[in-house]
């Protein structure tokens, strides 16, 4: 089995920054795209931002110019930088991996991470 496991969330003020990490492990072939999706309270899981094996990112209109994604491939790691966070980026944010287990037919799987909250207030 797989498992993706996250840290770096926490509280802090308007304008500040805060980095997420998701490390995958488990009995992993290759570690296709990885992605961050984020939930708030009485709402739908959204897309935040995706990266491909390449390098290629995607990112949700809302925080375009704000947040970076990258990865660490050779450690099964994605990372998300926010800067310049404001109230409505409170939410648990979630990371999302998809991944070929090293297994007979190296089967490919859609992975979550537990979940870590993100909390922006004054």
């Known amino acids: 089995q797989v498992q993706l496991v996250e840290s770096g969330g926490g509280l802090v003020q308007p304008g500040g920054s805060l980095r997420l990490s998701c490390a995958a492990s488990?009995?992993?072939?290759?570690?296709?795209?990885m992605g961050w999706y984020r939930q708030a309270p009485w709402k739908q899981r959204e897309l935040v931002a995706t990266?491909?094996?390449?390098?290629?990112?995607n990112y949700a209109e809302s925080v375009k110019g704000r947040f970076t994604i990258s990865r660490d491939n050779a450690k099964n790691t994605v990372y998300l930088q926010m800067n310049s966070l404001k109230p409505e980026d409170t939410a648990v944010y979630y990371c999302?991996?998809?991944?070929?287990?090293?297994?007979?037919?190296?089967?490919?799987?859609?992975?979550w991470g537990q979940g870590t909250q993100v909390t922006v207030s004054s």
């Open positions: 990266i491909t094996s390449g390098g290629s990112t």
């Open positions: 999302n991996a998809d991944v070929a287990r090293d297994y007979e037919g190296l089967p490919i799987d859609e992975y």
């Open positions: 488990g009995s992993i072939f290759s570690v296709n795209a």
